[in-house]
Each structure stands twice: as structure tokens, then as C-alpha cells.
């Protein structure tokens, strides 16, 4: 009876079925740019481009007036590759198949699913400017996350298919408060069985807990009145002083708002009657207590692209992740970030990659179900009587529509 060997083909469905069932986070990002790198292979640094959608100027009165057309794209790059190599000897793929799989294929499937869903978490987290929740705290109430759904819904960013992505401190923590609560017999049973919640529950359809759910460490200041220091400023940063001298060093993530500088509905203009939040887009420190704020999104009074009622106006208060103290201090306080987000919020891209030469053996996984692709190469080693084997993934997030989330702190 001829050897019976573990084929590259075996070897690579195997893996993708394990990678689908590894992944929490990322299977609900927006998969749809993936089309334009199938099957045409592609490299680390290739990027392709995400169209925003066209917001239209009204016009008021007879007199015609031609709105202009201010086409944008967000880009999302294929910035990571990954892989693991393996080998084992040509008696081990004859007689030890379910140990090779057992030590091999099953936990390399595991490792490229929890990193490419690290990854991706990590890439986008920092870019949600909407916020609800206290770093330090784990939210209990059923309002927090109805909050998080209402600065989505305050931004025209529609009613359905939302998705929250918890840690699992804070799901056991919503689980054990809301045990009690009167709901159909099936959510709650699927509550105390799974110790998750269910389906539709305040108005979320999809509730997940990941443990890649970002650890969010805040930035660091002693007590201080943070202000605006000069009126009308716009733009993507913002000079401010007022924080106690060389005793702040803030971090990319963290949050702010401006007092008497809300938040707009993007087609209609109007004040949402909320402070507008921002993020933080690097690292910084004080000097003498003044600072230059890097936000996003960039602060924008008029036009098609307005997002805030106003400018901030000179002396406005500074309140650091929804304090509203006016004397204050914040500790290097590490803050689970919960996301609650609608698909378009975010991009993940996978890609084909190229099949090698020189005496190698390459064999693809694609699936427009599971989203992924892997490629698995096997190529023997004469010297050795080793097979030399290895899957790799190309892999990249991005955020895309940043005002369809919003960062439940915990």
C-alpha cells in the first residue's frame, strides 16, 4: 500500500475553517475592498481607496445654486503580513497526521486569527472620536450603551445593524445586571446559557466579546484649567495652555472636547446639543503648561465638511476624557475600549498572495464566506527529509466611516 500524505490542499482548508471560528472583531468590519485585490495578488504597501459618501449642500430660495462636488477617499493598506513556519519530516506526515495537526496546523490558525484581529482593533480604536463611559469603570447601565448608540444616531449615521464588541469584564458585568430584567424567554435563556447577550438587545443586533478588545492606557496630568488659548482657531490643531507645568503627557487616543463647541448633524447643520468629542492623533507633552493639541476630525466651521457649531472660543474650558470639573487631574488610568459600531465604520482587506517558484508548492485558501486568504507553500528539504512549510496572510485595517462607532469606556 503506497504512503498516504497530508496534501497542501488539506493542510490549508484545515486552517482557514479554524482562522473564521478564531475571529469575533474583524468579522464584522466591511470586507467589500477586498474584491480589488482578488486573485491578482498583491504586496505589503499596496493600497486601495475607500469613496466616502457625497454630502450634498441645501439651497435656500429659487436662485439656483450649484452645490460643489467634494468627492473624498480614506485609504486602507494592505500594512502587515503574517505567517508561521513549520516543518516536520516525511515519517511524521506518513504516520502522525492528527499530530500534526494537533501541534501544528491548529495552533498556527489560531495565532494568525488572534493577530489579524489585534491588529485590526488596534489600527482603528484610536480614531473614534464619539465616546461615552469613564476610563476606569466598567459600565453596568443598559443607558451607557444606548448613549453610545445615540452619538452615532446624532451624527446621521441611520438606525440598524449595530454591533458592539465587549471585553469580558464588562459582558459579564451587563449580563449580571440585566439577569432580572422581563424580555422574551429566549433572549434570557440564551443570556444565562452562554453568559453572553443576545441578539437585538437596546437596539444593538450583534453583541461579541473578543479578548483583543484594546487596553487603552490614558495620559497623565496633575491638577489644572486647562484652556483654549486664542479665539477662532480651526483646523487640526488646537494651542491651549493652562495645564500644570511639565506635570501632562497625554496619549494618541485620548479624548477631549472644547466647552460651547457642539456637535453638528453632517447633512442638516444643526446643533445635536452635545459637545463635539476629538481624539488625540499623537502623543504630547506640555511645555510650561501650554500645549498644541493634535485632533481629529480636523474642526471645521462651515461648508459641506462642517462638523461643530463654532469655533472655541478664547479661554474655553478643555475637559479630557468628558470631565466637567473645572479643576482637575488624571491618572495613567488602563481603559478597556468596548466599540458599539455599524460595518461601514470600518475596513478589513486580505489579499491573494503570489504564487512562488522554484520547486515549491503553493496551495490557496479563498472563501467569500469566511472573508479570508491563505496561502499555504510546502517545499521539501532533501538534505534533512524535512518538509519546510509555511502560511502566510497579507493583511490590513482602517477606519472609514469613524462616525458610525463610538468607544464604550471601561
Known amino acids: 500500500m503506497p504512503n498516504v500524505f497530508i496534501t497542501p490542499t488539506w493542510v490549508v482548508n484545515e486552517s482557514a475553517e479554524r482562522f473564521q471560528n478564531s475571529v469575533k472583531a474583524v468579522e464584522y468590519f466591511d470586507r467589500s475592498y477586498d474584491d480589488q485585490f482578488k486573485k491578482s495578488g498583491a504586496k505589503v504597501g499596496n493600497t486601495v481607496f475607500a469613496r466616502l459618501p457625497w454630502i450634498p449642500t441645501l439651497r435656500s430660495g429659487q436662485a439656483w445654486q450649484p452645490a460643489a462636488i467634494l468627492d473624498q477617499t480614506r485609504p486602507v493598506t494592505l500594512t502587515y503580513q503574517s505567517g508561521v513556519d513549520l516543518e516536520w519530516s516525511s515519517i511524521q506526515e506518513t504516520t502522525e497526521v492528527d499530530r500534526i495537526r494537533e501541534r501544528y496546523i491548529d495552533p498556527s490558525a489560531d495565532l494568525l486569527a488572534a493577530f489579524v484581529d489585534a491588529r485590526a482593533m488596534n489600527d482603528v480604536y484610536s480614531s473614534v472620536y464619539s465616546m461615552v463611559g469613564t476610563p476606569g469603570t466598567t459600565p453596568s447601565s443598559a443607558l451607557t450603551f444606548m448613549q453610545a448608540r445615540g452619538k452615532i444616531f446624532d451624527l446621521a449615521g441611520g438606525e440598524k445593524d449595530f454591533v ?100 453638528v448633524n453632517p447633512l442638516t447643520k444643526t446643533s445635536t446639543g452635545r459637545l463635539a468629542q476629538f481624539v488625540l492623533t499623537a502623543n504630547i507633552s506640555d511645555t510650561a503648561g501650554a500645549i498644541s493639541l493634535p485632533i481629529y476630525p480636523s474642526l471645521v466651521t462651515s461648508g459641506p465638511l462642517q462638523n461643530v457649531t463654532a469655533s472655541p472660543a478664547a479661554s474655553a474650558a478643555i475637559y479630557v476624557w468628558g470631565t466637567r470639573s473645572t479643576t482637575y487631574a488624571q491618572a495613567a488610568t488602563v481603559s478597556p475600549q468596548n466599540l458599539v459600531f455599524r460595518p461601514q465604520a470600518f475596513a478589513l482587506v486580505m489579499a491573494d498572495l503570489v504564487d512562488p517558484v522554484a520547486g515549491a508548492k503553493a496551495s490557496f485558501a479563498r472563501s467569500d464566506d469566511w472573508g479570508i486568504n491563505i496561502r499555504f507553500v510546502q517545499q521539501f528539504l532533501l538534505a534533512s527529509d524535512q518538509n519546510g512549510s509555511r502560511l502566510d496572510c497579507i493583511h490590513g485595517a482602517a477606519p472609514i466611516q469613524e462616525r458610525l462607532a463610538c468607544r464604550v469606556a471601561a
Open 164 to 263: 458592539a464588541i465587549l471585553d469580558f469584564i464588562t459582558e459579564m458585568t451587563m449580563v449580571n445586571a440585566y439577569t432580572g430584567t422581563f424580555n422574551p424567554q429566549t433572549v434570557r435563556s440564551e443570556d444565562w446559557e452562554r453568559g453572553v447577550f443576545g441578539k437585538n438587545q437596546l437596539g444593538i443586533g450583534t453583541w461579541q466579546h473578543d479578548q483583543q478588545v484594546v487596553k487603552h492606557t490614558c495620559g497623565t496630568f496633575t491638577s489644572s484649567t486647562p484652556i483654549v488659548d486664542n479665539a477662532s482657531q480651526t483646523g487640526s490643531t488646537i494651542t491651549s495652555t493652562g495645564w500644570a507645568s511639565g506635570a501632562t503627557a497625554l496619549v494618541k487616543g485620548d479624548c477631549i472636547e472644547f466647552a460651547g463647541v457642539y456637535s
